[in-house]
């Protein structure tokens, strides 16, 4: 009878680091002429690349699959737009919750792992004066992911990932350092699709295992 590392069930939790590089459309701006003229707003404008980390809790089932919670942070440079409004942009940052799922092909020793995760994405920019630019109402995101499952032990693996995501603002609001606000979407203006890929590594945890 085959001894496996990885317990068939599992409470399973850990974090993931890596790099964050965010790309696409923030919102498209309606110009004057014909009808359906768009100029559209990179989210390169108002973020650049930086750091993430991720908190991941679930549970392990049938020893290769996992079903879980996640919430992504990723604290960005500032974008090259806008560079001396407001006092200048100091930064941007970024939030997604899902709910995941992931497989691995031998979750005992080495396997390929693949991920699909949904959630919410918002995102923000911020100025020196106080000033915040925010991108919310990204609902169903989508973000697919591909790596490895390394187990190191009966409790511990690594996985070395990269991920792809889509999605869409459907609210762009500036907020002043009064906290009035005012959306900058116009009549008009059409929301966009924007993207994000990820490099990192995680390290997770199955915890009251059973085999």
Sequence with gaps: MARHL????????????????PFGYVYARSVA???CIYDRIPWSDYAATGLMIEGDVGVRLGRNYTVFALWERAQLGAGDA?????????????????????????????GFLTEI?????????????GTELQFTGGVLEGRL???ADIRL????????????????????DRVFADEASASIIRAGDAADSHGWLT??????????GKK
């Design 82 to 110: 806008e560079a001396n409004v407001f006092g200048g942009q100091d930064g941007s940052d970024s939030d997604f919750w899902g709910i995941g799922l992931s497989a691995s092909s031998d979750a005992d020793r080495i």
């Design 145 to 147: 992911g591909f790596g």
């Design 6 to 21: 990885a317990p068939r069930t599992a409470l399973w939790a850990g974090v993931r680091l890596g790099w964050f590089v």
């Design 153 to 172: 032990s009966e409790m511990f693996s690594i996985a070395p990932m990269i991920t792809l995501g889509v999605g869409s603002f459907s609210d762009v």
């Design 33 to 35: 002429g014909p009808c």
């Design 117 to 129: 995760a949904l959630g919410y994405r918002q995102a923000r920019a911020t100025w020196e004066d």
């Design 199 to 208: 490099l990192g590594v995680g390290g997770h945890v199955d915890l009251f």
